[in-house]
């Protein structure tokens, strides 16, 4: 309340109504304070401010319950002197205060030209005020009269207006009025631009809301599903419906947030559409049931694969394992052997055993980390990594995925593949295997990888660490016989549209294909061979309108013409300086015929075909070995000065290396020097040190395999290496004499015809 205005108000509380019915009773005068704190209830004397307004009760007006409603008129300032508590309603003696410093001059006039240019301003931006409140300001010309009237109508904090009413001096009254009024008009300015901002904002996304609705609208009267923020909805609602972690969830959502808002022609609604596409087609929570039957999946693997005893029983204790534990993880098989060996099928017919779904990623060549772990999805034909990409194809989250040739992966500056194929064959890393073109963790721990290989030794260290080698070898005459006869030419009559009754062929023809047109560990080859004769005799059959073919000798090669392949065996007596070697390449073992002719010259040593840096170093110890034990082998002590010395391998063609070629060469330039026949049906292999010991060597079951399939009827093998005799097929076994050697004088005694008789007469002479 403040002097010369009016303000009505409603009381409530008993004190204040039975002071007013005094008043009334008596003069209608009533002293108007503050209370200190708007939460008292019933303040006392002492929460109530001592300053305050004389005024004239002018009306009251009773309303609906205790309510009265009291208009009164300010007469001037007051403050207490005393209190008086009679028990019912508080009295109090007052004194008049006086306004002092009311004088008019040129401060007074300016401070009340601002105080009115502040005022209009408050009331031109306030929303709950009525801007004439500015004329009735016009009546007021006395400083003080104008602070009392601005003050009463402006909101203020009541402790502000009380320091107001307090104040005396009207000068100093109204430039703390100007100081209170001109923050109130910044605090109601900034409310009014936070507020416009809100309502542009509020306006702005309820303009969004109704086009998308139009455009809803509009999209299916055209029967059009392009639209962003439908197409948006529908990925939300798939969203939903997948169980995904948190991260996951969060990331696809904020990408379907950011598909709704932008243009559906445009290359980022076409980028996020294909990203979201990718993602919801992922088999996220969709798995297929393994079966394991061991007795069904040994009955698939027989008829599906002729031999491969070790193969399979390994791939049924793993299934077998499995059974008992479902959840164990980690074991990654990798199967090594010659190309046309069956890898490939092997996995074929596990899956088809277990009910799995089959997929090969070939990664022969692969030189680019993105083949395995994708391209970012901002880059232009951005797509998944293979690995996501054979999951999506597969359609469920536990397939059997065949890494084909893993052998064969090659590094570039694109980046390491092998590298990135550890987070995928780590059963420690691929629970969480990150795909740069999802952005999210996909687990892999659930699929069944299978690799294959050509040569163990080409698989990168770290790769074949994590994985179970399991080794496929050559198949024998018997087994090739078996498979043609059994898979092969089944297999081809179906293809060419013969049958038992329109064509047949005989097992000497049989035997021929494998012998003299086939030169290879597996059976690609021959039933390439199988089916040409197959082609021919279809034709046959049309134009010659013969009722059936039957293949005979003369027949067959009358279709493929001379025999191609004979057995490497230089000829059934005996050679001089001629050896026959066992070498391995990645298509299996091969006969390596080691020659050396020694003749007159100034003890050069000359090498050829091919041979690999360390062959050239098992040339140079077989050297220094004869000239270290020339008198005990029977040679002249200079035959390395006055001779030259040519050793040669044939096939030059065939690059040739490792240090199993020592015992052949050490034994054909003995053979050379001292004229000693070599039996021909005798082969070796093994690595020489100086001292004439001989060395255990790898891939002794290939290499007897290219033994036994050219005839050869005696091995010489290092004597370390005979515990892997059991690793070799049986039929192999039968067929071949073993000779384990520790050192030269050993292989010399069984290779050199009548060697300790020779060289005893030597000695003697």
Known sequence: MFPDLLLHFEIGRKKSILAVKEAMNSNQLIFLVTQKRVKDNDPSKTQIYEFGVLARIKQIISQNGDLMRVLVEGKYRAEVVEYIDDGEFLKAVIVKKEDINQHKNAVSEALIRKAEDLFSEYLSISPKKPVDLILNLESYEEVGKVSDYISSNIILDYKDKQVLLEELDTIQRIKKLIVFLSHENEVINYENELALKIKSSIDKNQKEYILREQIKILSRELNDSSDPVTESEEYKEKLRKLKLPKDTYDKLKKECENFSKVPSGSSEANIIRTYLDTCFSLPWNKSSKDVI??????????????????????????????????????????????????????????????????????????????????????????????IITSIKQAGTNNPLILLDEIDKISEDYHGDPASALLEVLDPEQNCEFYDRYIEVPFDLSNVLFIATANDKESIPAPLYDRMEIIDLCSYTYEEKFHIAKEHLIPKQLKRHGLTKKTFSISDDCINLLIRGYTKEAGVRELERNIAKVMRKSAKKIVEDEEKSVKVELNILKEFLGPVKYKNKKIDDGESVGVVQGLAWTSVGGELLPIEVLPMKGKGDIQITGSLGDVMRESAQLAISYIRSNYLKLGVKRDFYKNMDIHIHAPEGAIPKDGPSAGVTIATALLSSLNNIPVNSDIAMTGEIILKGRVLPIGRLKEKVMAAYINGIKTVIIPAENESDISKIDDVVKKSINFVKADNLSTVFEYALKDFKKNNISKKKK
């Open 293 to 386: 039957d061991i007795s069904k999946t040994k009955k698939i693997l027989d008829k599906g694969h002729f031999g491969l005893k070790d193969v399979k029983n390994r791939i049924l204790e793993f299934l077998s394992v499995k059974k008992l534990a479902p959840d164990i993880k980690g074991q990654i098989i990798c199967l090594v052997g010659p190309p046309g060996v069956g890898k490939t099928t092997i996995v074929k017919s596990l899956a088809k055993a277990m009910g799995k779904k089959y997929i090969r990623i070939s990664l022969g060549g692969i030189n680019d980390e993105s083949e395995i772990r994708g391209h970012r999805k901002t880059y232009i034909g951005a797509m998944p990594g293979r």
